[in-house]
Nanobody
Framework: QVQLVESGGGSVQAGGSLRLSCTASGLTYDTACMGWFRQAPGKEREGVAA????????FYADSVKGRFTISRDNAKNTLYLQMNSLKPEDTAMYYC????????????????????WGQGTQVTASS
């Protein structure tokens, strides 16, 4: 069964940190461009960060640059998102995503390029 399963969400105070994890199964993980998206109530789902299959390239939305770090462990088929200095505006459901692109990333923060979504994990940062 092809699936992505996220974990690690929760509630923190503004300025705090959380680490999200996403475990992939049923796909050739080390060839997939992977990413994280988020969706706040009443807003469009937006790309947050992405990483190339080898991990050599990373991509970030301007709103999270310098605060969030995406990484992957291909031996464990796992994707991570380290979120530091969280702000109330980071509050959203966070989704792990596998891109349609294999072997490289092309426009990885564009929602239409996603081939597979996880079920989401809630992140809440309160002031």
């Amino acid at each position: 069964q092809v699936q992505l399963v996220e974990s690690g969400g929760g509630s923190v105070q503004a300025g705090g940190s959380l680490r999200l994890s996403c475990t992939a199964s049923g796909l050739t993980y080390d060839t997939a461009c992977m990413g994280w998206f988020r969706q706040a109530p009443g807003k469009e789902r937006e790309g947050v960060a992405a990483i190339s299959p080898s991990g050599s390239q990373t991509f970030y939305a301007d709103s999270v640059k310098g605060r969030f770090t995406i990484s992957r462990d291909n031996a464990k088929n796992t994707l991570y998102l380290q979120m530091n200095s969280l702000k109330p505006e980071d509050t959203a459901m966070y989704y792990c995503a596998a891109s349609r692109n294999l072997y490289s990333c092309t426009n990885p923060l564009v929602r239409n390029n996603v081939a597979l979504w996880g079920q989401g994990t809630q992140v809440t940062a309160s002031s």
